[in-house]
């Protein structure tokens, strides 16, 4: 997902839009643009590449205005380049930036075509362009034009639009794409994420999904999707802004991975009362949403998704409660089958993920009658879609590569598997164990970072590697699956997770020297099984790199490369376990000198 900043005040807008994009630009960044209006004429500047190119062709070529729209580009439609960088324009009269996907592009371009209009880039966005142009021919008003345009429009937006006939008035809309205005004293910004203007203001309209906005300076107008005039509350944000400053650490990724022990702790905060994890702490309507429902059916993307398949490991094998776990963009397209007391839980670290938010959606239309998000921002479209909110705490994670955001789920998981365990088959004996590890959970995940020099040094391992397989076995599995994925978005080495069982059945054949094998060894029931597995692997010439319990013997093989993982218990392993295979990650990358924070293709 890209980046949209915008603004309209009494000064400048270019620097804080240039500082806004700068600090959005983790999430999208294959080219950037800006336009404001500069004596009643729209100026525009675009640039491929990271936001200092733009910023260098704005310092050579200065721009200035009082009211400016602003974008990071993460290409849908039509590759990385100049002509294809937002803003999009007009007949030089209006210009928009767009964050999303317009379905019926080619619908829309083919009529457009008929009437004249020029189309200069690949892009589904200058469809939105040319129809707003066309409808300010006959509408006075701007907002009713871009209302007029946008109803005619099927995808996902968020928009921020300036026109030289009103150059008076921002106009921004979502639908789909998140987007907040942010209000200051005289003026007012528009972001598509808070941490972009946090520099300026820390109060914010949290715009509704269907709302379009008409910002002047002294005042805002608010439209909802039904058409009615609406006021929005302005809520302040307890966010800071050192919360998105990269302190002493080289990259985010790393500083974020350092702040798990605290954001864990953040997660469980209040939630555990007398060794007990209160469900009123969870939220109000809690307890009426656990005595209603009979399943469990968690739905989440990437690294989310992980999370979710861990939890099921543990809400069927610790209390009995029937778990399904799906991948959004496959359930809203497979015509699943749903009873309504099915409890939907939906995972998303921004509580934007769009193929989450649309699942969700089909649930819904399914008949479930209760779902809770887990998400680290609680006014998120998942969020206010939701009948119950357990936000993670996590704090603003910068990095591209989820760490932080993915601990605290599986903090929030175990939570949910103790309060909606207790009305399954739980034993209460096993409740009080996943309490007090759940309380010590900040201290262990602790324990395991000192883990870091040598971790870093083992990592040299793989600068000449191009695959790697990684294994594991019950909920471990799941977190081989997390350490693989994280390998490959940020090193941008192929790896590759099995649960160990697999290997016979068909990847064993892949193993060669050349094929490092990372194993997650916890000391449980399955350990015996995993030890053929290491053993299947080495007699195949492999390397194996094995994360081990530091009370387990190692055998001798030359093959083997240990490192010992503190001892913890096994039912919360699967959450320390996730940490090494972080840093490992991480310093791979670092090595191959691949940008670590925003990792290439990447949104
Ligand atoms: N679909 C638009 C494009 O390809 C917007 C992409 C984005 O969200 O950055 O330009």
């Not at 528009?190 to 999904?209: G, H, K, M, Y």
């Not at 007398?274 to 429902?293: C, K, P, T």
Request: hydrophobic share 40%; glycine share 8%.
């Amino acid at each position: 997902m890209c980046g949209i900043v915008a603004g309209i005040a009494q000064r400048n807008v270019v620097p804080i839009l240039l500082e806004g994009l700068r600090r959005l630009e983790y999430r999208g960044y294959d080219s950037a643009g800006l336009a404001v209006i500069e004596s009643s004429v729209i100026k525009r500047k675009r640039e491929v590449g990271k936001v200092s190119s733009l910023e260098a062709l704005i310092k050579e070529e200065p721009i200035s205005g009082n009211i400016g729209i602003a974008h990071t580009r993460w290409a849908t439609h039509g590759k990385p380049s100049t002509a294809n960088a937002h803003p999009h324009m007009s007949g030089l009269k209006v210009a928009v930036v767009h964050n999303g996907i317009i379905e019926n592009y080619a619908q829309l371009k083919e009529l457009q075509l008929e009437r004249g209009y020029e189309f200069t880039s690949q892009t589904d966005t200058e469809v939105i362009v040319h129809g707003i142009y066309e409808e300010l021919k006959t509408e006075n008003s701007f907002i009713s034009a871009v209302l007029k345009a946008t109803n005619k429009l099927e995808g996902a937006y968020a928009l921020a639009i300036i026109c030289q006939q009103h150059c008076d008035t921002l106009v921004v809309c979502r639908k789909g794409s998140p987007l907040v205005i942010g209000v200051g004293i005289g003026e007012y910004f528009v972001a598509s994420d808070v941490a972009a203007i946090l520099p300026v203001t820390q109060r914010f309209i949290f715009l509704e999904d269907g709302d379009i906005a008409e910002i002047k300076l002294d005042a805002v107008k608010i439209i909802d999707a039904k058409g009615n005039c609406v006021t929005r509350e302005i809520k302040q944000t307890s966010l800071s802004l050192d919360a998105v400053d990269k302190g002493n650490y080289r990259h985010y990724m790393l500083k974020e991975i350092h702040e798990q022990p605290d954001a864990i702790a953040r997660t469980i905060e209040g939630k555990i009362i007398n060794g007990r994890v209160s469900e009123q702490a969870l939220g109000h309507s809690a307890s009426e949403i656990f005595d209603y429902i009979k399943s469990i059916q968690i739905i989440a993307c990437g690294t989310s998704f992980h999370a979710g398949l861990v939890a099921r490991y543990w809400f069927e094998g610790f209390a009995g409660v029937p778990c399904n776990v799906e991948i959004a963009s496959e359930y809203r397209y497979r015509s699943p089958v749903l009873s309504k007391d099915t409890l939907i839980i939906t995972i998303s670290q921004s509580g934007e993920t769009a193929d989450t938010i649309a699942a969700l959606g089909e649930a819904r239309r399914l008949g479930a009658k209760y779902a809770i998000t887990i998400c680290n921002v609680l006014e998120s479209s998942l969020g206010r879609a939701s009948d119950l909110v357990i936000q993670t705490n996590a704090g603003p994670e910068i990095g591209v590569a989820s760490t932080k955001a993915f601990v605290t789920q599986l903090t929030v998981l175990l939570l949910l598997v103790i309060v909606i365990g207790r009305r399954f088959k739980l034993p209460k004996n096993l409740e009080a164990k996943l309490s007090s590890e759940l309380a010590n959970l900040p201290a262990m995940v602790r324990n395991v970072l000192a883990l870091d020099g040598e971790i870093k040094i083992m990592a040299e391992q793989f600068s000449e590697k191009h695959h790697a397989l990684f294994l594991g076995r019950g909920a471990h599995y799941p977190i081989a699956m997390e350490g693989a994925l994280k390998l490959k978005e940020i090193s941008y080495i192929h790896a590759e997770a099995y649960p160990a069982g697999e290997l016979k059945h068909g990847p064993l054949a892949l193993v060669d020297s050349d094929m490092p094998v990372v194993t997650v060894a916890p000391n449980n029931s399955l350990l015996e099984k995993l030890k053929s597995n290491i053993q299947e692997v080495s007699a195949r010439g492999g390397q194996l790199i094995v994360f081990m319990d530091e009370q387990l013997v190692p055998n001798d093989d030359v093959n083997l490369k240990i490192i010992k993982v503190p001892s913890v218990e096994d039912e919360v392993s699967a959450i320390i376990y996730a940490v090494p295979l972080q840093l490992l990650a991480y310093y791979v990358a670092v090595l191959k000198g691949t940008d670590v924070d925003q990792p290439r293709n990447f949104s």
